[in-house]
């Protein structure tokens, strides 16, 4: 079965397969696009020439922190994602929950989410992609390298 890799899906789940498509538009080639394997924790780049059939460019493994705190920077983009929301995945919170932790201890709710990030550069890289914090305005991104 041919997969629809277009950059019109921008973001499209297909809970039968259980991939996370996500097009980048500004980021990525307009004929490449990334997908997500939840189960499999892992993001393979594709290309999808005109005349051809997808082609996988890179593909990376992350751990299951490490897929906790790519999938909401990806699905922010091309916002920023804001640190509650990565505190709320990584430690499977609400986000009032987070907010309040965030709130109470900044710098023990931040610890596991700064590891997280961390953990995920070298994979990212290799996808041609990179975290950055803006620390003072505390909002992460997803960039191009």
Same mark, same amino acid.
């Given at each position: 079965?041919?997969?629809? +890799?277009? *950059?019109?899906?921008? #973001?499209?789940?297909? @809970?039968?397969?259980? $991939?996370?498509?996500?097009? /980048?538009?500004?980021? $990525? @080639?307009?004929n490449q696009t990334?997908?997500?394997? +939840?189960?499999?924790?892992?993001? =393979? +780049?594709?290309?999808?020439p005109r005349d051809?059939?997808?082609?996988v460019l890179s593909?990376?493994?992350?751990? *299951?922190?490490?897929?906790? %705190? /790519? $999938? *909401? !920077?990806?699905?922010?983009? @091309?916002?920023?994602? =804001?640190?509650? %929301?990565? %505190?709320? &995945?990584?430690?499977?919170?609400? !986000?009032?929950?987070? #907010?309040?932790?965030?709130?109470?201890?900044?710098?023990?709710?931040?610890? *596991?989410?700064?590891?997280?990030? &961390?953990?995920?550069?070298?994979? !990212?890289?290799? /996808?041609?992609?990179?975290? %950055?914090?803006?620390?003072?305005? =505390?909002? @992460?991104?997803? /960039?191009?390298?």
């Amino acid at each position: 079965m041919k997969q629809d +890799l277009s *950059p019109e899906a921008d #973001r499209h789940q297909d @809970p039968q397969e259980g $991939l996370l498509r996500f097009a /980048l538009e500004g980021l $990525l @080639p307009a004929n490449q696009t990334l997908v997500l394997n +939840l189960s499999m924790r892992s993001a =393979t +780049l594709f290309s999808a020439p005109r005349d051809g059939e997808a082609q996988v460019l890179s593909q990376q493994r992350f751990t *299951p922190n490490g897929m906790r %705190v /790519l $999938l *909401p !920077l990806l699905e922010a983009y @091309p916002r920023y994602c =804001t640190y509650d %929301v990565l %505190v709320a &995945s990584l430690l499977s919170l609400t !986000l009032t929950q987070a #907010r309040q932790l965030l709130h109470d201890s900044w710098e023990v709710a931040m610890r *596991p989410v700064r590891r997280a990030i &961390s953990g995920i550069m070298d994979g !990212l890289r290799a /996808l041609g992609l990179s975290a %950055v914090s803006y620390t003072h305005l =505390t909002l @992460p991104t997803i /960039l191009r390298v």
